[in-house]
């Protein structure tokens, strides 16, 4: 069992930054990627960033040079710069295990204003 517990989200006005991040306990030695969802009102939760133990990160076209995702041995941040309107939604960490099961943390909100 993988238990994440996010923090960072809020309200910013367009233009401004805000960084999450997400501290994984249990078993951590069982997570392969770790990364950030979002889902917006009346939306599909979609993927924002992820990166694996390796390093490896790949984001949502949306977020490039805007999102930076970065992680360290239990936390995961995702450093949000330029956001737009667009971007408010409820932010969701997730981790993978390396046999491929999900685990999700209970979200945090992040809010736009133009």
């Known amino acids: 069992q993988v238990q994440l517990v996010e923090s960072g989200g809020g309200l910013v006005q367009a233009g401004g930054s805000l960084r999450l991040s997400c501290a994984a306990s249990?078993?951590?030695?069982?997570?392969?990627?770790m990364g950030w969802y979002r889902q917006a009102p009346g939306k599909q939760r979609e993927l924002v960033a992820l990166?694996?133990?390796?390093?490896r990160t790949n984001y949502a076209d949306s977020v490039k040079s805007r999102f930076t995702i970065s992680r360290d041995k239990n936390m995961v941040w995702l450093q949000m710069n330029s956001l737009k309107p667009e971007d408010t939604a409820v932010y969701y960490c997730?981790?993978?295990?390396?046999?491929?099961?999900?685990?999700w943390g209970q979200g945090t909100q992040v809010t736009v204003s133009s």
């Open positions: 997730n981790s993978t295990t390396h046999w491929g099961y999900d685990y």
């Open positions: 990166i694996t133990n390796g390093g």
């Open positions: 249990g078993s951590i030695f069982s997570i392969n990627t």
